[in-house]
């Protein structure tokens, strides 16, 4: 392999679990490893990020807006004719879902 016996050893030992080594888990663990050594010496690139490697968004400073649609009108406000589009849309729809022996 080009490697020393304990290099591989370690390797083995570190990432092997109770299903075995799996090379695409050992990756995965060691780049994130390298990720958090690079951060913890220092390294500033996480600080550009969107979520700055946090796993929730904080929302600080800001009004909690979350779920609101912008200009909203109330649903006593609208047109009298949305109420007769939507009531002539749902008797179209409800009259081709129903089967036919119980439409007479």
Same mark, same amino acid.
């Given at each position: ?15 092997? %679990? ?8 050992? =990756? ?13 010496? %220092? ?27 912008? =200009? ?10 949305? =109420? ?6 749902? =008797? ?13």
């Amino acid at each position: 392999m080009g490697r020393s016996q304990s290099s591989v050893s370690r390797e083995l030992s570190r990432n092997t %679990g109770k299903r075995g080594y799996r090379y695409k888990q050992a =990756n995965r663990l060691a780049c994130k490893r390298h990720q958090e050594k690079r951060k913890a010496t %220092g390294g500033k690139l996480y600080k550009y990020l969107c979520h700055q490697h946090k796993k929730y968004r904080k929302c600080y400073g800001k009004n909690d807006h979350r779920g609101m649609i912008p =200009n909203r009108i109330d649903i006593d406000q609208r047109p009298s004719i949305a =109420n007769k589009t939507a009531q002539a849309t749902n =008797n179209a729809i409800a009259k081709l879902l129903t089967p036919l022996w119980l439409q007479a």
